[in-house]
């Protein structure tokens, strides 16, 4: 039986980002205005991909659900925290503070698999170009997108695993805007260095498989760009990859920015703002840097006009 029965806390006090008066509605604008470009870029960008059929290629497919995962996740996050800056007291329920862990997990798993699926289809697109239709059919699309899902629920349920069969028993302040596994278990009063070596092998098992992978595709992409004896051609292949490298490096750069950064030498949690950064900045990436999606915007911006 979960360790909810045995707890005696009903609910929790989120933190926040900072606890400086001054700086709450300057903060609150500027995530209002995160999230706001997070909503339009990755909705648009949807939107983009399914109206224009020169797009439905395995490249926009997954690009479609980078956006998608990027959406909710920043859905997810977005109002508690911003409540954090309005409210004195920023309260979540046991079971809203569990389901926000949930997805939290469920969409940065799914994030870290989806970019090195992506990886993985720039290696077959640039590697072997004439297979790259064979190699990346529908169907095989279709079972890397279960598989990066498949891995979301993975973490997502193993996580919670682990958190749910734990007792808070005192104190109900989470030092953080949300319901993160770390500080979940800096409150518990049964955690044990158990529970912390299965966070690291569950984190080891989602984000470092992911980003071997990603590293292993890129070292082929970089020898094969190597051997094109044109210019133009290793200057097209470079231009092919770039948006997606920006986006890998930004997205596991804050995630590290964001735990592995010394709280004393940082006491605002600027990781945190790197992090929603990220989610907000991401469309716009692919947007401005892609020449396929500028073309897909101007010919329905065209056709809204003429109908």
């Known amino acids: 039986m979960p360790a909810k029965n045995s707890s005696s806390v009903t609910e929790f006090i989120l933190s926040g980002l900072t606890d400086q008066p ?3 509605i300057p903060l609150f604008l500027l995530f209002l205005g995160f999230y706001m470009v997070t909503v339009v870029g990755n909705l648009g960008l949807i939107t983009l991909t ?10 926009y497919f997954f690009l479609f659900n980078l956006s998608l995962i ?3 996740h920043s859905t997810t996050l977005a109002p508690k925290m911003r ?27 799914s ?6 699926v992506m990886a993985y289809d720039r290696h077959v697109a640039i590697c072997n170009p004439l297979l790259y239709t064979v190699t990346m059919s529908p169907q095989v699309c279709l079972l890397l997108l279960l598989g990066v899902y498949g891995m979301g629920v993975f973490g997502a349920v193993t996580h919670m695993r682990n958190i749910m069969f734990m007792s808070f028993c005192g104190d109900n302040l989470v030092n953080h805007y949300m319901c993160d596994i770390l500080p979940l278990l800096e409150l518990s009063c049964n955690s044990s260095y158990i529970n912390l070596l299965v966070v690291f092998i569950i ?10 992978t990603i590293v292993i595709s890129y070292g082929f992409i970089l020898s094969s760009i190597l051997h094109i004896s044109s210019t133009e051609g290793r200057s ?12 890998v490096s930004l997205f596991f750069g804050s995630g590290a920015f964001m735990y592995l950064k010394p709280p004393s030498i940082l006491p605002l949690d600027q990781g945190n703002v790197s992090s929603t950064f990220y989610t907000a900045i991401n469309p716009l990436i692919y947007s401005l840097r892609n020449k396929d999606v500028k073309v897909a915007l101007r010919r329905t911006f065209c056709r809204k ?3």
């Open 70 to 72: 990027d959406f909710s």
């Open 111 to 116: 994030e870290s698999h989806i970019l090195s």
């Open 83 to 109: 409540m954090s800056f309005v409210s004195k007291k920023n309260i979540v329920s046991y079971a809203g503070c569990m389901t926000q862990c949930f997805f939290f997990c469920f969409f940065v798993f």
């Open 203 to 212: 984190v080891t098992i989602g984000i470092g498989v992911p980003i071997v």
């Open 50 to 59: 399914g109206l224009n059929s020169h797009l439905h290629i395995p490249m």
């Open 305 to 307: 006009l003429v109908s």
């Open 22 to 24: 001054g700086l709450q």
């Open 236 to 247: 097209k292949a470079f231009s092919t990859c770039s948006s997606h490298i920006i986006v």
